[in-house]
């Protein structure tokens, strides 16, 4: 009975110590960055996965920069609101986030497909489809194991 309960005990230790719990992930590490320096690599990212030129890296990075100046001024002002308590939008607050996030992403897919050319958009639309729903599978979360799968 002792071997089995040390048995238990050392194999929970190893399970809880082999888990990194200081993880950061990919935006994690980007937080510290300028916005300009998050441009710069991203623009960098999408120049090896699309073989951009120059004028398109330039017009690319203009544009990556203006949004990651963006995104973090509004990163400052959720962070300033969450400070002040306030933790549950409305209805039509929600609704506004949604809708100026979609009118961003349409003209940010315009903006794209008059830089890049039809082939380099074809495969920016499948980076980008990738990484929305890889964001997807991550919300889903916990669902493998429960019972789910059919026999």
Request: glycine share 6%.
């Amino acid at each position: 009975m002792k071997k089995l309960v040390m048995t238990i005990l050392v194999m929970a230790t190893i399970s809880v110590t082999a888990q990194d719990h200081n993880m950061k992930g990919k935006r994690g590490d980007m937080k510290d960055l300028t916005p300009e320096q998050m441009a710069t690599l991203q623009t960098k990212k999408m120049t090896l996965a699309l073989d951009l030129n120059e004028s398109q890296q330039s017009k690319i990075k203009s544009i990556l920069t203006e949004d990651a100046k963006t995104r973090k001024s509004k990163m400052e002002a959720y962070k300033a609101s969450k400070d002040e308590g306030k933790k549950v939008m409305s209805a039509d607050e929600k609704y506004a986030r949604q809708n100026e996030r979609l009118d961003y992403q349409i003209a940010r897919k315009k903006e794209m497909k008059s830089i890049l050319t039809p082939e380099q958009f074809q495969k920016y639309e499948k980076m980008s489809h990738r990484k929305n729903m890889h964001g997807h599978k991550k919300s889903e979360g916990g669902r493998k194991g429960k019972g789910t799968e059919k026999k």
